[in-house]
């Protein structure tokens, strides 16, 4: 027997009969159904945010993104002369503590390090596109520092100047649950859960475990710390120090780090012009990664070129005692107690140098 369907009696504008087929709703319970279905919408969402909590991922761990970063760049253009903005890769991201930083060099300070991104791109947007005449900190990772292209998150500039009203006010929205639960966390979605799973793979074939896990935690303003579980779990430690490959490969070519010095040189110059300074400063490393960042790059090549054709500061962590035996546990980024120490001693030195030009 075919199912049929009662016509449509009312007509349309047209005048012709609406012949769309119509299906009334059968008679059921509806109040109690949906209270059911809000009830194990409710009991799911809530035994998922325990098992997060169960994994240290807790309300307030905002994440980080263009969105982010944007409403820090945004600030830039109402900093004043007595400023501080920090551009780098993730170690002097992950290795300043803002707070910190403020009280003892007594300077506002904007985070804009990036993860995987070197600097240069960064360094050129404020020299030519700001009146920014403040403090620029730039974090030095050799090999992000001395690379052809930005890197992983070099489309933040360009996100920052065409993000439009539906993404600033999603941004909110996100901030505003973020801060209430755990489980928004973009590293632990359950796709991704399935997704990093070690299975055995194939020989010859590369799957995510290899990829880059959550190794952060951010708070406002983009403060941003090494996420405690690396410390603690072998497990998520050892994945980390994997991830990175040992940062190997062949050495910079000397044309690349001319070509980089140069600019570098150039913006460097535009900010001293409008009353500015600009620091660098090394962060920490150990382990193979230290030792491919050494070969691929020695510091004569890089580090001590740059500062000679900047004629900047430099603070590099080798020539400071109070910045040896730091806890590196996935040797690139201090640990939460090592990034206050560190800060505390890069912030001084560089606190001493900038008073000491700036005095009488």
Known sequence: MSASFPAQSDTGLDGNRDSTPQRPAPALPWPWITALAMLVFVLSVSV????MRRLELLPGDLGDGNAFWAVERHKVDQAGPGSAVIV??????FDTDLALFEDVTGRQVIQLALP????RAFVEDLANNTDFGGLLVVGVTPTAFFRE???????????AQTETPAQRFGHRLFL???????FLDPDYTLIKLLRN?????RDGVEGPYGEVWKISINAPARQTSLWSRIETDE??????????????????????IRTIV??????????RARGGDVVFVRPPSAGPLRENEARRIPRAWGWDRLLRATGAFGIHFEDYPEMQNLDLPEWSHLSRESAARFTRAYATALAREIDADSGP
Do not use: C, K, N
Request: hydrophobic letters at 35%; aromatic letters at 14%.
């Open 48 to 51: 998922w945010e325990w098992q």
């Open 88 to 93: 780098g890769s993730s170690r002097i991201l």
């Open 116 to 119: 995987g991104t070197g600097p």
């Open 149 to 159: 292209g930005p890197g992983l998150m070099g489309g933040a500039i360009e996100y």
């Open 176 to 182: 505003f649950l973020a801060r209430t639960f755990g």
């Open 197 to 201: 799973h070690h299975y055995i793979e």
């Open 235 to 256: 497990y998520l430690r050892q994945h980390a120090r994997l991830a990175w490959g040992d940062f190997s490969g062949a050495p910079i070519a000397d044309g690349v």
């Open 262 to 271: 140069e600019s570098t040189r150039r913006d460097v110059e535009r900010i």
